[in-house]
């Protein structure tokens, strides 16, 4: 019997937001988080981060409907980015007051440091830094396959009071 190709991706290519003013969102993502547009196509807008490479599209539709963005409806729930360390997550909090962006403090939490802050459309985004828990994690994952009962045994010893699946 041929064994079957695992298929897979690569990495994320982009992502891309739904907005209701193009121009208050332009200056938003350029003057915040120093994204460069590339490309305007009347509809859109593509800019790319210079450090990371990463693709941002925001897109006014025509006949688009709704109001601002909230994770409690079905579809995306928020969008992270990642930071260096905690400490450079402090440094975006001056920034974002700075700026005048909203956002929640910082939050230690059981796999990283994470902060929490919104654009013009209040579409959630976030910065993220790893802990030693989650280096720790990732490094586990990339030495090889993990399995659930590893994951389990992980969650267990490190004393993580993560939720539980509900029974389907």
């Known amino acids: 019997m041929a064994s079957k190709l695992m298929v897979t991706f690569v990495g994320v ?8 003013d193009l121009d208050a969102s332009q200056h938003f993502y350029s003057g915040v988080l120093d994204f460069l547009m590339v490309l305007d196509v009347g509809y859109g807008r593509i800019f790319m981060h210079p450090e990371t490479g990463f693709t941002l599209s925001l897109m006014k539709h025509d006949g688009a409907h709704g109001g601002r963005f909230t994770e409690l409806a079905t579809g ?5 980015l990642t930071a260096g360390s905690r400490e450079d997550l402090e440094e975006w909090e001056h920034r974002f007051d700075e700026l005048g962006v909203t956002y929640t403090p910082i939050r230690d939490m059981e796999f990283g440091y994470h902060l929490n802050f919104r654009d013009p459309d209040n579409i959630a985004l976030e910065l993220s830094a790893p802990n030693q828990l989650l280096l720790a ?7 090889g396959r993990v399995s659930e009962s590893d994951i389990s045994a992980f969650v267990e010893d ?4 993560l939720p539980k699946p509900e029974d389907g």
């Open 13 to 20: 290519d982009h992502v891309s937001f739904t907005v209701t």
């Open 158 to 161: 490190n004393n993580l009071d």
């Open 137 to 143: 994690a990732k490094q586990a994952l990339a030495d």
């Open 76 to 80: 995306l729930d928020h969008l992270g």
